[in-house]
């Protein structure tokens, strides 16, 4: 790395750090930034894997926003790459499917006249006499849907997705991630009324060839430029001198821990690292009180079964959110996300999308047993036989959702004020700021980190607190506010989204000018 003081390491080339680069040379071009990535693929979360030509995402990412920054850098970056979508989406629970957005005559079908009345007196009482207290998610939801709704929709998949009970989450999520939609607003969408929920969007915008696709070419962009971006490039220290970070020590990611470690020097660094490493990894190591403060931190991993079938579309939908009878959490049908994502158009691409913990029986389950499990699972559910499942791919994501738990908002108020006391160092994105932010606050907060090595005093923090919108749903309102809340399904984390590039052959390397940055991945 050039060691002058116009040089930014950026740690990590997801959605966050990939913006921060571009960013730093758009505006005036003075900083070069120099990105280290650990695995040998851009795009964190919102990367495109690929299998014999066949592309998928590790989950679905579609593109709306209302921040004008966001919505022009995707524009600027992919250009015509970029199309519209239609959404189509439904709930699998107790053997039937669910429209959703939610429709009052399919909804009354499948649950019945009885039930939906119990539903709706239930809703009546939680809203007359609602809990005076809102500290878990639990509370959060009754108070806004009532018992009965709670315990159909939101208790069974929130334990899905997260592993532990609704009543151990704190409410600061779902007030994050589920706000302005209620019950009687998905109804009166659903008969015409005017649609104010993100979350009911019918149509959005999406990469050609998926997600990944922008940072593949946001990555040759910054590296034309004069960018540096180092894959397979492990941060295993950052040493420091009182309060500045003066090198970064790098190895190979698959070198083993006596390996030599190489060091850069900057004048500014920008993380995207999750914090638990980030303070592991700071040399000499912060206090105490705030190495035990990150140990806290915790996070709920991901993976992905890709199926190729014989046949296609065995659904219409883009995805479909499964409740309850299967340990599948959601499934993607790729090719109703883009056609181009799908070679060969008389096969499919289904995406088995499982919510685990790194080390338990999920994730440690050989290859071939996930794709018999995701195969037999698909046959299970009524959307295809398993017989129809020509070959198939896993893919592991550690830490892809921080969690929202009982600590981590102690944690993060010891944390919080010994980083920000760094004099040259800013952290970013979901995993960055423990914040569990869509693709576009994550790069909003890239963003602003470029804006403060200029001058400005943004608080990262806050990005999306003082930025009305969320992928899914609008900012929350204050406590006092009418309740509100979410409808019965989307209660899963959504990686985030992504931007795009020139059209793009079968995988293989696109050469940018300091070295060879990767298009989709291919999985053997």
Not at 224 to 234: D, H, I, V
Not at 281 to 299: F, N, W
Request: hydrophobic fraction near 35%; include cysteine; aromatic fraction near 10%.
């Amino acid at each position: 790395m050039t060691q002058d003081h116009h040089t930014v390491a950026i740690l990590g080339a997801g959605p966050a750090g990939l913006t921060a680069a571009y960013c730093l040379q758009k505006q005036d071009g003075r900083y070069r930034p120099v990105i280290f990535e650990a695995q040998h693929i851009v795009g964190g979360l919102s990367r495109t894997e690929c299998l014999d030509g066949y592309r998928f995402d590790i989950g679905g990412h579609r593109f709306f926003t209302k921040i004008p920054e966001i919505e022009a850098m995707w524009r600027e970056v992919l250009g015509k790459e970029m199309i519209r979508v239609q959404r189509q989406s439904r709930i699998h629970y107790r053997g039937k499917f669910f429209d959703y957005p939610l429709k009052p005559l399919n909804a009354l079908r499948n649950i019945g006249p009885y039930e939906t009345i119990r539903i709706l007196l239930s809703l009546l009482k939680w809203r007359v006499r609602p809990s005076p207290r809102e500290d878990t998610f639990t509370q959060w939801v009754i108070n806004r849907f009532g018992g009965r709704l709670y315990m159909h929709f939101f208790h069974s998949y929130t334990l899905k997705v997260w592993g532990t009970q609704p009543q151990e989450i704190r409410a600061d999520w779902a007030a994050q991630r589920i706000q302005n939609l209620s019950l009687w607003r998905a109804i009166t969408t659903s008969f015409g009324g005017r649609n104010k929920s993100r979350s009911l969007i019918e149509e959005f915008d999406y990469p050609r060839l998926g997600p990944g696709q922008m940072w593949e070419e946001t990555a040759q962009q910054v590296t034309k430029a004069g960018g540096e971006l180092q894959l397979g490039t492990e941060v295993v220290k950052l040493r420091r001198d009182g309060m500045r970070i003066t090198e970064i020590g790098t190895r190979p990611r698959h070198a083993g821990p006596d390996a030599p470690i190489t060091w850069a020097a900057a004048s500014h660094v920008i993380s995207s690292l999750d914090l638990r490493t980030l303070i592991r990894r700071i040399d000499p190591p912060p206090p105490p009180e705030v190495c035990a403060a990150a140990e806290k931190l915790r996070y709920r991993d991901f993976l992905i079964v890709t199926l190729i079938l014989d046949h296609p579309d065995p659904f219409p939908d883009n995805w479909i959110y499964v409740h309850t009878d299967v340990k599948v959490g959601r499934i993607q049908n790729f090719r109703a996300w883009s056609r181009d994502m799908v070679p060969d158009q008389h096969t499919s691409s289904i995406g088995m999308e499982y919510f685990c913990q790194k080390g338990d029986g999920l994730w440690a389950m050989p290859d071939d047993e996930l794709r018999a499990l995701a195969a037999s699972e698909l046959e299970q559910l009524g959307l295809a036989k398993a017989n129809t499942v020509i070959k198939g791919a896993v893919i592991r994501q550690p830490k892809a959702y921080p969690v929202y738990d009982n600590e981590y908002q102690k944690a993060l108020s010891v944390i919080r004020p010994w980083l920000s006391q760094l004099e040259n160092f800013q952290t970013v994105g979901r995993n960055g700021l423990h914040r569990y932010n869509n693709q576009d606050h994550s790069m909003l907060s890239a963003m602003y980190a470029v804006e403060n090595i200029r001058g400005a005093n943004h608080d990262l923090w806050n990005v999306n607190v003082e930025r009305s919108y969320h992928e899914e749903f609008e900012v929350a309102k204050p406590a006092a506010a009418e309740p509100d809340g979410p409808a019965a399904a989307p209660l899963r984390p959504d990686p985030g989204s992504a931007l795009g590039s020139q059209s793009f052959p079968a995988p293989g390397w696109a050469k940018g000018k300091d070295g060879q940055v990767p298009t989709a991945r291919t999985v053997r």
